[in-house]
C-alpha cells in the first residue's frame, strides 16, 4: 500500500508547479497549468475573476512556502517528506523574499543577454534579407543553428544557476569534490568531429527547412460561435462580424427541433441566454426563432440553419457547423441533415464535427464527400484514432507529439479555443491546420503581419524562442539534470519511484 508519505508529496509536488519552471526542465512542468477555456470562463464574470485571482495568490504563497520541502528531504536523510515540508515552512519569510529578487534580477538579466546575442546573431540575416541574395537559405541555415546551439547552453546554464541561487541559501555542510581528469587529446578529436559532424547535419535540415517552416502561415481562421466581441453568440450578427473580420469559417452549434428542423444554438435548454427553461428538443424551429435572445446589451433572435447557411454564402463565409446532441433526437437526425446540406449545395465547402462518434460516421456513410471532424477535450497521450477527416483539440491537449502524429496520420488539427496573442503567434509559426477562436479579428490580423510584414531575420527569432522551449525536452539534458535526483528520492521511498516516472515521461 502506498504511505502517507506519498500522499504529503503529491500536495507538495503541484503546490510547487507555479515556480516550478524556473529550475525544472518544461518537460516536468510545460502541461501543469489550468487550461486556458476554463480561464477564460472565469474571466466573463469579476466573481470569476476575482475567484481566479485569489486562488492563484494563495497557491502562489503556498509554493514559496514549500520550496525547500525537497531540498531538505534529499540533504538530510534521517527527515520524512512532511518533516521536510514542516521545516520549509519554517525558512524565514526574509531569505524566500531575497530568493525571489534575486531570481527576478537574474532571469531580467540573462533575459537581456539572451536577446541581445540572437540580435548579433540575426542582424546578418536581416542585411542579407533586404538584399535578396539568393544564398539568403544557406546563412539563415546557419545561423539559425547557431542560434539553437546557444539557446541549449543558455537554457541548462540559467536553469541550473538558480538551482544553485536556491540552495546557496540553505546551511549545509560543504565537502570538497576531488576530480580525475581523464579528458585526453584522441577524447577530444573525437568529440570536436562528432560536434561538427552534428552542427553539419543540423544546419543542413535548417537550409532545406527555412522556408518551409519560417513563412507564410496557412493556417484556417474559426470564429468561435461567430465574432461574439459585438454580438450575441451563434447569431447571424455575429457570423456577420466574423465574415467583416476575416475569418475563414466561422465555427457554430445545431440542435434538432421538436418538428425535427435544426436551430443554431449551443445548449439544450434556454436558460442561459433566454431567461427560459424551456429545452430545445421541446420547441418547434417557428417557435424557437421568434425568441428573443439577450446577453449584455445586445439583442438577436434564434437563426435556423438554413437562414445562415444563406447569409454565410452572401457573407462569402464557411461554416464549421458542431452537431450536438439534447437526447430526444429522431432516429433520422443524421439523414435529415445531410439532405439539407445537400439541397444548399454545400457538402464540399462545409466542415461537420462533432463529439459523438457514432454521429460522423452515419454522415460519412451517407455522404463521403463531407468532411467530418472528431471533437476531443483534455486529451491524454497520443492522438486519438478516428476516421474523421480532422481531430478537434482544447489547446491544453496539444503538444508537438500531437502534431507529429496528426501530420503522419494525414490528420489535420484544429485548436480551440485560442484567444492570447502569444498562444496564437506560437501556432501560426507552427502552421497548424486551423485556429477556432473568440477573436478572428486578431488573428486574422497576426496571421497577415507573419505573412507579410516580419523580416526573415525576426522570423527565425521567433523560432528559437520555440527551439528554446523545444531544447528543454531533450533526452540528454532531461537525463543527466535528473539522474542524481531521481536516484536519491526513490531509493528512499519506493512509491516516490512511479510518481517521478509517470512526471518524467509525461
Known sequence: MLSLQVFYFLIYFFLLMPIAGLILPATLTENLYLPHFIIDELMKSWQGAALYIGVFLLVFYLSMRLLYALPFFIIEKELTIFQAIKK????????????????????????????????????????????SFQFVPFFAGIILTCMQVFAFIYTCFIQGYLTQLLIAKLTIQKVPIKTKNNWTLPYKKSFITLLVITFIVLSYFNINSIYQTLYTPNTLIIAHRGDTKNAIENTLPAFKNAAKNGADYAELDVLETKDHQFVVFHDSTLRRLAGRNDRIQDLTADQLTKIELRSGNYRAHIPALEETIALAKSENLRLLIEIKKHGGESADMEERFVRLLQKEKVTKDYLVQSLYQDVNKRIKELDPTIKTGMVTALNIGNLPKTEDDFIVLEDFSVTNRILFQANQANKDIFIWTVNQESLMRHYLQKNVDGLITNYPKRASKLRQTINKDTSLRERIENQILELKKAVEENFFYRFFLFRRLYHNVTVRVAPFRMCFNLCILA
Open 88 to 131: 520549509s515552512f519554517s525558512v524565514p519569510h526574509k531569505i524566500l523574499l531575497q530568493l525571489l529578487v534575486e531570481a527576478a534580477v537574474s532571469l531580467l538579466v540573462s533575459s537581456l543577454i539572451f536577446s541581445a546575442v540572437l540580435f548579433l546573431l540575426g542582424w546578418p540575416v536581416d542585411l542579407l534579407d533586404r538584399t
